[in-house]
């Protein structure tokens, strides 16, 4: 619709309705969520028991808090370690895939391209069955073959990271090809008539004007890394990621440690996607 045409009373109302119930579907579980993190009670849902911050600091005997708890713990750090592996490994494949997407007369481009984000329509439980079986198929014929146990190809943390990096990269090479495609060629032809060479080119030319996207390819690898559930389920051995351990605590019963993960996550996830947009913006500026 024309932003500038008068509109009536009634699309006024309609208008501000549908955002005002879109929001609160949003964001209503999420505050929920971080107001029962302070709920003094033994269970992670309502009635309202109290304020208390034990399940954040609480040191027992029956309220353990987060920083309190080695199993959330050591699962936390395992997320983050696997979001930094996959974020690495996304970020390198996934801008060079958009590089090799953009390069002009490319046999099979078009087949290829639909194989690159094919992992994207697949549901995470298939991706992650296939990952496992290949993984465990391709061990088993090497330790055959050739007698020799390569123990990244069992479940474990190298297969999760490959798992994720699967189809992370592709949206990775998407975010990077999006940019890629508004860059002025004339740039680089410019500098190697300055006499520089190809890797300056594409230091000093290219990749400063793709840095922005990279970054931000590179921040929604690591947050699709540490949120991921579906697919890291079936590749993971015994250190538990976090949506992996928060899974089990609440298919077994659990406390309001659950709610004061979820409070972490949230405020952390919104403090590193503010950070990222603000520096982003500054850097077009």
Excluded: H
């Excluded at 659950?258 to 409070?263: D, L, Q, R």
């Excluded at 603000?278 to 077009?284: D, L, Q």
């Amino acid at each position: 619709m024309i932003r500038t045409l008068p509109t009536s009373k009634g699309y006024d109302f309609g208008f501000r309705a549908f955002m005002t119930i879109y929001f609160v579907i949003l964001f209503a579980p999420l505050v929920v969520t971080m107001v029962l993190a302070f709920n003094d009670s033994m269970y992670p849902s309502l009635p309202w028991e109290g304020f208390t911050t034990d399940w954040f600091f609480g040191a027992g005997p029956k309220k353990f808090g987060i920083f309190n708890d080695p199993t959330n713990l050591r699962s936390i750090a395992t997320s983050f370690r696997t979001a930094l592996a996959v974020t690495v490994v996304s970020t390198f494949l996934g801008t060079c895939a958009a590089f090799l997407f953009e390069q002009e007369n490319f046999r099979f481009k078009g087949a290829l391209y639909f194989l690159m984000i094919a992992p994207l329509v697949i549901p995470g439980v298939i991706l992650g069955i296939s990952i496992l079986m290949f993984a465990n198929t391709a061990g088993i014929m090497i330790e055959d073959a050739l007698g020799i146990y390569i123990k990244w190809l069992t479940p474990g943390f190298w297969l999760v990271v490959l798992g994720q990096s699967s189809f992370i990269s592709t949206i990775v090479a998407l975010v990077v090809s999006a940019r890629l495609k508004k860059f002025d060629r004339s740039l680089e032809e410019a500098a190697y008539n300055l006499g520089a060479n190809r890797a300056e080119v594409l230091w000093y030319v290219t990749l400063k004007y793709l840095r922005p996207s990279i970054i931000g390819g590179a921040a929604v690898a690591f947050l699709m890394s540490f949120e991921n559930f579906n697919t890291t389920v079936f590749t993971v051995g015994s250190q538990a990621t976090l949506p992996i351990n928060m899974y089990m605590q609440v298919r077994d019963g659990s406390t309001p440690v659950i709610n004061a993960i979820s409070f972490l996550l949230i405020a952390g996830t919104s403090v590193f996607a503010v950070a990222n947009l603000w520096g982003s913006r500054r850097k077009e500026a």
